[in-house]
């Protein structure tokens, strides 16, 4: 099983609320990734980071930031939660290494329902 | 054109059955293929990592077919438990660390 964990599992929230969506792996992985999931849906890199003080932009356009002040940390704010962020946000990291050795290993995820 | 393609499924099998999902993916130059597992509501999980001579784990066999830019994933002897959404994976065009994922195939096995 992957150290991965994320919290909230779920949450519900009114339009307008700050909000930030935590996540943190024990495995000492350099490299940590947000999605985001509809249901029956693929996921969307949104944010990624190959290390501290590193963070890009992924390739689903977000309104939300990350940051990544420590290596085991990189947590997912949305500054004014609307409707249209109801999704599923999932966490993941990799290990140091690259060609075959860059599987990705996945938090249980964060579903948000803004109202 | 979507970078990773597949059959969404679903496909409906009796335990025992042998089933094969299919999968192509646009970058000849990608390096990095996996099959992930997803059950309904639950989080992507690594199957199996796909090597260029094929290879296999237990009632799992994975092929790539890097000239025809096509990756399989067999599954024999079905179990009821193997229903899940299978999602096929490749490494990104401008990064080998960032993972495109396809939309997954529905498999249902019955008993």
């Known amino acids: 099983e992957a150290d991965i964990y994320q919290t909230p599992r779920y949450l519900v929230i009114g339009t307008g609320k700050k909000i930030t969506l935590e996540c943190s792996q024990t495995?000492?992985?350099?490299?940590m990734y947000w999605y985001q999931q509809d249901p029956g849906m693929e996921l969307h890199l949104i944010h990624y980071s190959y290390g501290v003080n590193s963070t890009e932009k992924g390739d689903l356009s977000s309104e939300s930031t990350v940051s990544r002040i420590r290596t085991e940390h990189f947590p997912l704010t949305l500054e004014s939660a609307r409707p249209s962020h109801t999704s599923q946000y999932l966490c993941a990291s990799s290990p140091p290494g690259s060609g075959r050795r860059v599987e990705q290993f996945f938090g249980p995820g964060t579903r948000l329902t803004v109202l | 054109r979507k970078e990773v393609e597949q059959d969404p499924g679903p496909f409906n099998v009796p335990e025992g059955a042998t089933v094969a999902f299919n999968c192509t993916y646009s970058?000849?130059?990608?390096?990095?293929f996996f099959w992930y597992r997803q059950d309904c509501r639950k989080e992507p999980k690594l199957l199996m990592s796909v090597y260029s001579s094929g290879n296999e784990d237990g009632r799992f066999t994975a092929q790539l077919n890097r000239a025809s830019q096509y990756i399989s994933l067999l599954i024999r002897d079905s179990k009821l438990s193997d229903s899940a959404t299978y999602l096929c994976v490749v490494n990104g065009m401008d990064s080998s660390y960032k993972l495109i994922f396809g939309s997954g195939t529905r498999l249902l096995v019955r008993p």
């Open positions: 970058n000849s130059a990608s390096q990095s």
């Open positions: 495995m000492g992985h350099d490299k």
